[in-house]
Each structure stands twice: as structure tokens, then as C-alpha cells.
């Protein structure tokens, strides 16, 4: 049924930068607003940014405000996360997500050392 598959994760250094993508199947994806999650090392899982069906409206948590963005091409049902000033607290697993479903992918995992 619904499929997600996250990708582009990896090692990169603070103040670098890294483009997630979420390739998406088995829903109408235009149909649907997305989200990108985060889980870092002993913390639970956390809400980071939202974007409406259109792509028109976005929200962010204040944790990453100002230095990522969420995106979305409706051509290709995939969602986008381009990360940018990354710093050594963005270390996390990276998951998107659709409202219609209550499961998860397998996420990215996103390490930011020097």
C-alpha cells in the first residue's frame, strides 16, 4: 500500500549542508499535505516542518526555522528537505510522513561531526 522511502542522508561537518528526498507511492500524493519527522539519539521522535497538498504553506519547528526547507514536486510524488548550517544537535534519523498512514519508513540517518 503506501510506501515511503527516504534517501540522501549521510556524514557531513557543522555548518554543511544536505538535500533530503521522499519518494512517496501506493496514495494520491497531491491529494495530501507531508511532514518531516526527526528522531536523534535518545530523544523521542519530533515534528520539524509541514507542506500543504500545493506546496503554498509551510511550518517549521523553531529548531529548524530559518536554516531548512521543506518542498515538494507533485510531478514526481516526492517530498524534499533541503538542510542547510548544519549543526552537531541535527544529528537524527530523518522520516517523512503522510497523514492517511500510520506507519513509517525506514528513514535517513543524517550525522553531523567534525
Known amino acids: 500500500q503506501v510506501q515511503l522511502v527516504e534517501s540522501g542522508g549521510g556524514l557531513v561537518q557543522p555548518g554543511g549542508s544536505l538535500r533530503l528526498s521522499c519518494a512517496t507511492s501506493?496514495?494520491?500524493?497531491?491529494?495530501?499535505?507531508m511532514s518531516w519527522y526527526r528522531q536523534a539519539p535518545g530523544k523521542e521522535r519530533e515534528l520539524v516542518a509541514a507542506i500543504s497538498r500545493t506546496g503554498s504553506i509551510t511550518n517549521y519547528a523553531d529548531t529548524v526555522k530559518g536554516r531548512f526547507t521543506i518542498s515538494r514536486d507533485n510531478t514526481k510524488n516526492t517530498v524534499y528537505w533541503q538542510m542547510t548550517s548544519l549543526k552537531h544537535e541535527d544529528t537524527a534519523v530523518y522520516y517523512c510522513k503522510t497523514p492517511i498512514s500510520p506507519n513509517w519508513g525506514q528513514g535517513t540517518q543524517v550525522t553531523v561531526s567534525s
Open positions: 501506493g496514495f494520491t500524493f497531491s491529494s495530501y499535505g
